[in-house]
């Protein structure tokens, strides 16, 4: 999915900004942001695997000793960006206490609809009035327009159809959650009207690729 998504955007906003701040330093800032937030990802999934698939009594202290065994390549700068922007989520926001069920975490989804794509879903629970949901975690310099994340919808909403066909359970509702590292938490909600009409976006970026991407 990231792959369809990367290969029929507007880049021009991207190259804009390589050519400002110049090719290498793009690169370290990309992989830095990259790396970040795959030590925020490994976090979420130990902490809510320990608390509320295993019960572990410290689930805090334990993902941090399951995600550090895992990122054991990552600079103790990126460590330490990720665990903050992962701690957002405790200290800046109420993310953890709608959690009535775990579904799925970190597992692939994928569809042959329009020639096909696939992924891999953070996070889908049923919350504590039964609701399925698709949640997806992000990670930000600063609080992002949600002008900006039209890409973000259309990741979701993939992710809808996909665990759809191959769990035959469709979220009444998706979450953008994005921790910044200037400390705030955002949190973006789609409704099902809504995953169905951002759907039908991807579902354009799905085609163009494999028109570009002939098999």
Not at 65 to 84: F, H, P, Q, V
Not at 121 to 134: A, F, H, Q, T, V
Request: proline fraction near 3%; hydrophobic fraction near 30%.
């Amino acid at each position: 999915m990231t792959t369809i998504l990367g290969e029929t955007s507007d880049k021009s906003g991207i190259l804009e900004w390589e050519s400002k701040v110049g090719k290498e330093k793009a690169a370290a800032i990309t992989k830095f942001s990259a790396n970040r937030g795959t030590f925020m990802h490994s976090l979420h999934e130990h902490y809510l695997n320990c608390k509320f698939v295993e019960g572990i009594d410290n689930p805090l202290q334990e993902c941090f000793r399951r995600a550090l065994s895992e990122c054991n390549t990552l600079t103790r700068d990126e460590i330490e960006c990720g665990k903050n922007l992962f701690l957002q989520f405790h200290h800046n926001s109420d993310f953890y206490d709608d959690i009535g069920e775990i579904l799925y975490q970190e597992v692939p989804v994928w569809s042959s609809i329009g020639g096909g794509y696939a992924g891999r879903l953070d996070l889908s629970i049923r919350s504590l009035k039964g609701i399925p949901k698709i949640i997806d975690f992000k990670s930000s310099k600063r609080p992002k327009n949600e002008n900006w994340i039209e890409g973000y919808k259309k990741q979701v909403a993939g992710y809808s159809v996909g665990m759809f066909e191959r769990y035959g359970i469709f979220p009444e509702q998706c979450e953008i959650w994005i921790s910044c590292e200037t400390g705030e938490v955002q949190k973006f909600v789609l409704n099902k009207q809504q995953i169905k009409y951002w759907f039908s976006k991807f579902y354009e970026n799905v085609l163009e690729y494999h028109e570009k991407n002939p098999q």
